[in-house]
């Protein structure tokens, strides 16, 4: 490339870009691939990417204290964003339809007393309440409170990691919240309606699934979590059973010590460390 190589381009471009006489003509090594490379709002050159340049022009704000409550690598995305409704008030509840229109026929799809709103709805009255109580000793939430500000409160006060029971407490929460708006509309919108044992069931079982879906390094917390919701034979992570093979092909039970090991069990691969 030349410098009167700029003299070739559109008239309208060497007016919008007068920027580019002021570049020095690049010298061309004919021995080097191109590459492009983006210069972000700190300065520095990293490789061309759109996560990259999306990363760069976006509005960040500051994160919220539920972000990962609502949003994680393990998350069910339709249930995330049920949830992300329910954190911002924003499900279309009796409340808030009432302050559009006043109308007394708005009663609770599961009570039929009062209008529902997300207190009500999560988990105060009687149906979800059932729900809420008996699926919440799985993810060991056993003194959660019923009400949801409270209770988005305490989950939010509740370490967020990558052990088990943190992923469980999350996908639960999610998934019960789906199925109960879910079951309310159903109700309202189609005189449908499943008998709280089933919906516990449904929830239950989408849990479970996910579970099962997701690889997951063995350890005590997952043996017992795997026991209580039944994502795995119990062959597979009842330690006490586990074998495991070191590198001459031999073959032990598993006591928790020793070099790492890999193995494959069914498709799911794990490391034991
Ligand atoms: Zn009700």
């Given at each position: 490339m030349h410098a009167q190589s700029f003299d070739k381009w559109p008239v309208e471009w060497v007016d919008r870009f007068d920027a580019l006489f002021a570049i020095d003509p690049p010298i061309i090594n004919n021995d080097k691939k191109d590459k492009i490379v983006w210069r972000n709002g700190r300065g520095r050159c990293c490789d061309f990417s759109v996560s990259n340049v999306w990363e760069d022009l976006r509005t960040c704000n500051q994160v919220v204290p539920w972000a990962n409550l609502v949003w994680f690598?393990?998350?069910v995305p339709r249930h995330s964003f049920t949830m992300w409704l329910a954190v911002h008030r924003r499900l279309k509840t009796h409340d808030t339809m009432g302050v559009w229109e006043k109308n007394?026929?708005?009663?609770?799809?599961?009570?039929?007393?009062v209008p529902d709103s997300h207190n009500h709805l999560f988990f105060e009255c009687e149906y979800p309440k059932r729900v809420w109580s008996e699926l919440k000793c799985l993810a060991?939430?056993?003194?959660?409170?019923?009400s949801w500000d409270s209770l988005l409160e305490f989950m939010i006060s509740k370490p967020v990691n990558k052990s088990i029971w943190s992923i469980i407490q999350r996908l639960l929460l999610g998934a019960i919240l789906y199925y109960i708006w879910q079951e309310r509309n159903l109700r309202i919108f189609q005189c449908k309606a499943r008998p709280c044992s089933e919906l516990i069931c449904i929830i239950n079982e989408v849990v479970r699934l996910r579970l099962m879906s997701l690889k997951l390094n063995p350890s005590r917390q997952v043996s017992d979590a795997a026991d209580l919701?039944?994502?795995?034979g119990p062959e597979v992570f009842n330690m006490a059973k586990l074998l495991v093979y070191n590198d001459a092909g031999g073959c032990r039970r598993y006591t928790g010590k020793g070099p790492v090991f890999k193995y494959d069990v069914g498709g799911h691969h794990f490391v034991v460390s």
């Open positions: 690598s393990q998350c007394d026929g708005m009663v609770c799809a599961f009570c039929k007393s060991r939430l056993d003194h959660a409170p019923i919701w039944g994502f795995h």
